[in-house]
């Protein structure tokens, strides 16, 4: 009897010895989990004091070249293409008639609306010379001039349809992509072909909020790309965008001459160089001073209270660079203590011990 006993017990106690074993691990794990007080330590940083320097009224920015021009020549009625007269790298006029689809019924419509035109064109100049000898009435000549009126807007209708059949060029330039091949069915406002002019180029660049201050309409532009090493090119700003991006940058556009002797295409890296004539100061800080990178920028600055050194986080808006340097626009004035190394370590108002300061 005593042994039916034995085997409920040891296992009751071996439950019982895996319990208390597993509550100690979960106090350890809960005990390492907790986080630990550290705003009592102070983390050593090196630090910079801000300063404003003079920068110069030159300045370059990177960029991409595009074409002056550039169309979709697309045809404005649908039907199957008859044909296309140009392949590829084709150079086409403004204006020129580069395909059409087909016309062979729209042709005889034009011819048979052309022919009644012609007679009541004869009937309308009958009907007024009898209406003036009195041998016609007034109304008699009004409905045969309605009529003739009414088919040279046939007349002018079947036309356009014509002109719409047919692809034509909006601008001058060479032919970059053929989207359609000849026999294939097309639809209204289909880009058949794709024409670019590189004979005049423009240059897409931002610039910082205070540069584009700086930049005018007219100004002229040096343009370099290492396609063509130690060869410049002459621009001109033609617009400065009234409107900044989120980064307070400003598009500015640069018309570009393209040399025949160094031929630029378009997507070609250039870069653009100004000469703006004004010097003026501005604020910059080392890049590794910034906490996570130029996106959604920020530093630590350093300030003193009854507590000791602390730290407090600053949002920038930041401008162009300046070598290993950047300029900050808003958020910093001159004579402040930034962190610029130790700041990984750093959140609002911790305390911190500078070891090296510049």
Request: aromatic share 6%; no cysteine.
């Amino acid at each position: 009897m005593k042994r039916n006993w034995i085997l409920p017990l040891v296992l009751i106690m071996l439950a019982l010895s895996i319990g208390l074993k597993l509550a100690a691990n979960k106090k350890k794990l809960d005990s390492a989990k907790q986080s630990i007080d550290r705003s009592a330590f102070a983390i050593p940083v090196n630090t910079i004091t801000t300063t404003q320097a003079a920068v110069e009224g030159t300045f370059s920015v990177p960029g991409t070249l595009e074409p002056h021009d550039h169309a979709k020549v697309m045809v404005q009625s649908q039907g199957k293409l008859a044909s296309l007269t140009v392949d590829l790298g084709s150079r086409v006029t403004k204006g020129q008639v580069l395909g059409n689809l087909e016309l062979a019924q729209k042709q005889l419509e034009l011819a048979s609306a052309e022919l009644q035109l012609e007679k009541l064109r004869k009937d309308d100049q009958r009907y007024r010379e009898l209406v003036a000898g009195k041998a016609a009435t007034e109304s008699n000549y009004d409905d045969v001039h309605f009529n003739f009126e009414n088919q040279k807007v046939k007349v002018d209708q079947i036309r356009q349809q014509i002109r719409d059949a047919q692809v034509i060029s909006p601008v001058a330039g060479t032919v970059v992509a053929k989207n359609v091949e000849v026999g294939e069915y097309v639809t209204a406002n289909t880009a058949v072909v794709e024409v670019v002019d590189v004979s005049r180029l423009k240059a897409k660049v931002y610039v910082s909020e205070s540069d584009a201050y700086r930049v005018k309409e007219g100004d002229a532009v040096t343009i370099t790309s290492d396609v063509f090493p130690g060869e410049t090119f002459q621009g001109k700003v033609t617009f400065v965008s009234p409107r900044g991006d989120a980064s307070h940058n400003y598009l500015v556009e640069v018309a570009v001459q393209n040399e025949k002797s160094h031929p630029l295409k378009s997507g070609t890296f250039i870069n653009a160089r100004f000469d703006t004539g004004v010097v003026g100061d501005m604020l910059t800080i080392p890049k590794n001073a910034l906490g996570e990178g130029k996106k959604d920028a920020y530093v630590y600055v350093v300030r003193g209270d009854t507590n000791g050194t602390r730290v407090t986080r600053r949002s920038l808006t930041l401008g162009r660079e300046v070598g290993e340097r950047v300029e900050v626009v808003k958020g910093l004035v001159p004579d402040e203590i930034v962190v610029v190394s130790g700041q990984l370590n750093l959140a609002e108002g911790s305390l911190v011990k500078v070891i090296g300061s510049k």
